[in-house]
């Protein structure tokens, strides 16, 4: 993990917003992993992704270059 993101508003109860570095790749996917290690979902490349389907709890966000390069993990509170 070698990149910064920047995630905001934590916790959130639907939208956040993702800030990559300057030096982030200009494509990444973002996989939303829940604390008992499960896949939730996986995003492509976006700024504001939508968490609002999810349940509460708390959630990892691994934010991944294209080829699975590990490059961020952001730790989400997911509130109702």
């Known amino acids: 993990v070698t990149q910064q993101f920047i995630l905001y508003p934590n ?4 939208y956040v917003t993702i800030i990559p570095s300057d030096d ?3 494509d990444f996917v973002i996989d939303v992993i829940s604390v008992t290690g499960a896949l939730v979902m996986t995003l492509d490349r ?3 992704p939508d968490l609002s389907g999810l349940a509460s709890g708390s959630y990892i966000l691994l934010v991944k270059s294209t080829d699975g390069r ?6 989400v509170i997911k509130i109702n």
């Open 24 to 26: 982030a790749p200009d």
């Open 46 to 48: 976006t700024e504001n």
């Open 70 to 75: 590990p490059l961020s993990l952001l730790r």
């Open 11 to 14: 916790p959130t109860d639907g």
